[in-house]
């Protein structure tokens, strides 16, 4: 179910793991051929499903897989244009998927606000977080969680690889409302089988423990389980929970993590102002508060990198979020826990 | 410009010509960058540097200088390329564009590069910080100019069109549009994504005065266009400058393919010898 091997090898460079466990090339292309495999599976079998783009298109190759061309809309570098467009389609029973870079969520935010989601109308969003990369600080989305989750009612998930995309999309279309799916940009390594069990809402325990609680998704989830091999090493059994739905959130799995572990540490590739940091702690708060800690993007703007392994090595160092950040925070929660002599 | 000086164009030739290669040295290095549309603008943001606006790359805040938005903001390697020349930084900076922790980010950072007037990057939003800017210079008794350089795809944001309206009712005629209509997009034509044909028209329509640059990438009509702007009073201007996508790297031109991506080491060697400077050494 899950292909998660401790052996220590998360340890190694993201450059040499990567190298390992054979994911060759720019993964967000390989990512994007999958997520298009899966639409137009989707869309071939429910006639209801269209697609909006501003630019960046959705490849010819729907048209070639039979789907008339009237089902693929091009706005043109109009984003608010779009999505008000997709709204009235969805209004009249199609089902509008717009994908686009993450960071344009927000240039169309009222927008959405006002104009799909108070009506929760059927419109998806699947949108890539790039993630580091050379566009630089205004090409980075690491506030749309944020942004996104105070909008009442609407789905937010992000898959945590390739295995989970493909089964969130897929859930995530069959879904009815508004439904913003995060994909991620970057290569992240294969950590499930097939047969996972993948539920919307519903957390997903990938490994056992009772010391701390890891709570992640997406890009930070592989992190949390080298983070997690680091503290095994140390005697330190850390849980660690793939929140792969931000909302409505899995509050039950958080309050038995807290029961049960007493510390918690959660970690995204988002700000920890809004994200899912702040989505836990007010679960935590008004349930079973515990010591917690959160690591994420700190208040700050991003910057340009090399668009390769080695650039984003640099920035997810300079604004922690890596498998050490998660492991101090870890360490600094449960040394919380014991001085504070809780459980 | 009545005569036209010679000397004067031949030298903002050789620089463009200067800047076009650093423009894809600087992306080769970096590995991604745009470098489509950089070569499409930098005859005409050589000129605005050379010719036609007052700056100081000693003191970049001067108060009276004239202002320069760079809506299109993915194109900032043409931008750059001009500051450090100015010498607005020293120039091995454009050797560590999109690195970590360079002053040359990705996309235009105000706060980073001394020189750089705004940060752009998200498309059709220049326009209207352009707008605020030159209210700014009327309520303070000043007389800078403020251009602002769109793309064409790019004013295919609603929010061109609020600012352009905007403007034409204030009559803001310290401000000057220059649209590069090189035709192309990442999604290929203008006119196949969404038309913007007649495109001189609707700028006339939301009240601008439009002057209509034939060839937007030679050096004596951009000079003309430039001067002739900055004489027109009662209303904001829009220079529509007609240019070519890639120009001046023979197999690049007119090709959306080169829109976003750096050139590979062999087309580098072929667009090397086309833009042959005696001497040149990325340092
Ligand atoms: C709001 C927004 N939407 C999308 C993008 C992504 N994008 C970057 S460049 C570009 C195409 C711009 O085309 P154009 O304005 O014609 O510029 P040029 O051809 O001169 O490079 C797009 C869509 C962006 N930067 N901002």
Do not use: A, D, G, I
């Given at each position: 179910m899950v292909k998660y091997v401790r052996d220590g090898a998360w340890r190694e460079s993201s450059e040499e793991f990567f190298k390992k466990i054979g994911f060759a090339g720019p993964a967000r292309y390989y990512t994007r051929q999958l997520m298009n495999q899966t639409l137009l599976k989707l869309a071939k079998a429910d006639p209801r499903i269209c697609f909006v783009s501003a630019e960046g298109s959705p490849p010819e190759s729907y048209e070639a897989a039979g789907i008339h061309r009237y089902r693929v809309m091009g706005f043109g570098i109009a984003e608010a244009n779009t999505v008000l467009a997709a709204s009235g389609l969805a209004k009249e029973g199609l089902i509008p998927v717009y994908s686009t870079m993450s960071w344009l969520l927000g240039r169309s935010y009222n927008n959405i606000f006002q104009s799909i989601c108070t009506d929760n109308l059927n419109v998806k969003f699947l949108m890539s977080a790039r993630g580091w990369a050379g566009g630089g600080g205004s090409h980075h989305e690491i506030n749309d969680i944020a942004f996104m989750r105070c909008i009442p009612q609407i789905l937010i998930m992000a898959p945590a690889d390739t295995v989970e995309l493909v089964k969130m999309i897929t859930a995530g279309l069959k879904y009815h409302g508004a439904t913003f799916i995060r994909i991620f940009g970057q290569p992240v390594p294969n950590l499930f089988e097939e047969d996972y069990p993948f539920q919307m809402g519903k957390a997903f325990t990938i490994r056992k423990g009772n010391d701390v609680t890891i709570i992640s998704f997406g890009t930070e989830l592989w992190r949390s389980l080298v983070a997690s091999d680091i503290l095994a090493k140390e005697g330190v059994e850390a849980r660690v929970i793939n929140m792969n739905t931000i909302k409505p959130i899995d509050e039950d799995a958080i309050i038995k993590a807290a029961e049960e572990t007493g510390a918690i540490v959660t970690a995204e590739d988002h700000s920890v102002i809004g994200g899912l940091g702040e989505a836990v702690a007010h679960v935590l708060v008004k349930n079973q508060p515990v010591p917690m800690d959160m690591v994420g993007v700190r208040d700050r703007y991003s910057q340009s990198t090399y668009d390769k392994q080695g650039g984003w090595a640099i920035l997810e160092k300079a604004y922690n979020l890596t498998a050490d950040d998660i492991v101090a925070a870890s360490q600094k929660t449960i040394n919380r826990k014991k001085t504070k002599n809780i459980k | 410009m009545s005569i036209i000086n010679k000397a004067l164009i031949g030298d903002l030739e050789a620089k463009a010509k200067l800047f076009r290669r650093e423009i894809l040295e600087m992306i080769l290095k970096a590995g991604t960058g745009h470098p489509g549309g950089s070569l499409s603008a930098i005859d005409i943001i050589t000129a605005l540097y050379y010719y036609k606006m007052k700056v100081d790359p000693k003191n970049p805040k001067w108060p009276d200088r004239d202002r320069f938005v760079l809506s299109k903001g993915h194109v900032c390697p043409a931008l750059y390329a001009v500051l450090a020349e100015k010498g607005f930084f020293p120039k091995e900076a454009l050797w560590t564009l999109r690195q970590p922790g360079s002053i040359l980010q990705g996309h235009p950072d105000m706060r980073k590069t001394p020189g750089v007037e705004m940060s752009t990057g998200s498309l059709g939003q220049g326009l209207s910080v352009a707008v605020g800017m030159a209210l700014a210079g009327r309520l303070d008794k000043k007389d800078y100019k403020v251009f602002c350089m769109m793309g064409d795809g790019e004013i295919q944001e609603g929010n061109i069109w609020e600012g352009a309206m905007f403007a034409a009712h204030k009559k803001l005629d310290n401000l000057v549009g220059i649209l590069d209509?090189?035709?192309?997009?990442i999604d290929g034509s203008t006119e196949d994504v969404m038309a913007l044909e007649p495109v001189a028209d609707k700028w006339k329509a939301f009240g601008w005065e439009v002057l209509e640059l034939k060839d937007g990438n030679d050096m004596i009509q951009v000079v003309d266009a430039l001067d002739k702007a900055t004489q027109i009073k009662g209303k904001p201007i829009i220079i529509i400058a007609d240019t070519i996508k890639s120009k001046g790297v023979s197999f690049m031109e007119n090709k959306a393919e080169f829109h976003g991506r750096a050139l590979r080491p062999d087309e580098m060697e072929k667009a090397r010898k086309e833009l042959d400077i005696p001497g040149f050494k990325v340092s």
């Open positions: - | 209509r090189n035709r192309l997009q």
